[in-house]
């Protein structure tokens, strides 16, 4: 575990929830749905909701961040 650990702080360095976010997202997208277009739309839509999660753990919702400039009123 330590070597995953060590391998995810070195090629991830300061957003390492925001990794195993998306992957945990990845997993239970996949473990719930076979794969077709709306199922895929479904897995990339809890791929990112993961790693969001993971990104408000490390103290930067970059991806929350986003979505809230996107929406908001641009006058």
Known sequence: M?????????????HENAFIGGVCG???????????????????????VGVAIGQIFDGAATLITKFREFFSDRR
């Open 2 to 14: 330590n070597t995953i650990q060590a391998w995810i702080h070195d090629h991830f360095p300061g």
């Open 26 to 48: 990845l997993l239970t997208a996949i473990l719930f749905f076979n794969l077709g277009f709306w199922r895929t739309l479904i897995l990339i839509i809890l791929v990112i």
